[in-house]
């Protein structure tokens, strides 16, 4: 089975092409929702990101309170390192497990969508790298619509990613969402078409 690596800055339309890889019938595991899940009220991850940040980290429901914990992680280099430390080899595990599962049903190509794939080196562990991106002022203009995003946040988050320059030039595939979802669309198919086996 080959594995697509599919990453991108934050709001460089990432979703909007895990979407489409879909929708042309392969699997995506997507280590956001896989992280959402494990700091859900009864996700593996909660009980020990209270033990390591504290019960106020709680939401009402039971969950991590999200918002709070990343203003605490993105100021906070040791913070983010034990964050990290608690949820990838978690986040690791249940990537395992989709494998296995897609390895039964003699699939061919799956795909990891992980936005920090660089830089987490998850894309050794990749056939094809797939970047997708968009100019930064357009990124920008997109995070800051999200709820609890300032542009002092942006630019933290932005800083700790790797630049869209560079994961470009890493890149087997650089798909741009700049110009409109049929576009994307339109690269994305004759790409797929091309490494399918």
């Not at 997507?30 to 106020?56: C, I, R, W, Y």
């Not at 990343?70 to 690791?92: M, T, W």
């Not at 339109?186 to 091309?194: A, D, G, M, N, Y």
Request: charged fraction near 25%.
């Amino acid at each position: 089975m080959k594995i697509i690596g599919l990453t991108g800055s934050i709001a460089s339309g990432k979703s909007t092409i895990a979407q489409m890889f879909r929708d042309y019938g392969l699997a995506v595991h997507d280590a956001d929702k896989t992280v959402h899940q494990l700091m859900s009220a009864n996700g593996k991850a909660t009980p020990l990101v209270l033990a390591a940040f504290g019960q106020h980290m709680s939401a009402c429901d039971g969950s991590i309170d999200r918002p709070a914990l990343g203003r605490k992680v993105f100021s906070d280099p040791e913070a983010r390192a034990l964050l990290e430390a608690i949820l990838h080899p978690l986040v690791y595990q249940a990537r395992n497990k989709f494998f296995a599962n897609l390895h039964r049903a003699r699939k061919s190509l799956a795909v990891l969508d992980v936005p920090l794939l660089f830089e987490t080196g998850g894309d050794a562990q990749c056939d094809y790298l797939v970047t997708v991106w968009a100019p930064q002022r357009l990124l920008r203009q997109r995070a800051t619509q999200r709820a609890h995003m300032t542009d002092e946040k942006f630019t933290a988050i932005i800083n700790a990613q790797l630049p869209q320059s560079e994961k470009i030039r890493l890149s087997d595939l650089a798909l741009p969402t700049g110009l409109g979802h049929a576009e994307s669309r339109r690269q994305l198919k004759k790409w797929i078409k091309k490494i399918k086996p």
